[in-house]
């Protein structure tokens, strides 16, 4: 139901566009977040978008660098990285969460309903 798009091999300084394509979900119901997991390590929160475009937070990692934005017309959401670094080198995935009154930490994976298959992206010194 989602899938996630736009990985590949980029230098230090470019920039990628990575696309997570959903289907069977009413897209603007889910609040949508990108994870990534690097060799040996734990999948670590980069960012996350909600039903309201204006509430959008990143990690301090990527803040300044990366930004989500989601098309509800298209079921899509995006993830635009610039200024790549080699530590950004990971499996990028995408996740979407229902949104219910209750308050969630959407920075943490186990809050998510459903995930992308993840998209590879390696960027060289």
């Known amino acids: 139901q989602l899938q996630a798009s736009g990985g590949g091999l980029v230098q230090a300084g470019g920039s990628l566009r990575l696309s997570c394509a959903t289907s069977?979900?009413?897209?603007?119901?889910?609040?949508m977040g990108w994870f990534r997991q690097a060799p040996g390590k734990e999948r670590e929160f980069v960012g996350f978008i909600r039903r309201r475009v204006s509430d959008i937070y990143y990690a301090d990692s990527v803040k300044g660098r990366f930004t989500i934005s989601r098309d509800n017309a298209k079921n899509t959401a995006y993830l635009q990285m610039n200024s790549l670094k080699p530590e950004d080198t990971a499996v990028y995935y995408c996740a979407a969460r229902y949104e219910t009154l209750f308050r969630i930490d959407y920075t943490r994976w186990e809050q998510y309903d459903y995930w992308g298959q993840g998209t590879q992206v390696t960027v060289s010194s």
């Open positions: 069977g979900l009413p897209f603007d119901n889910y609040a």
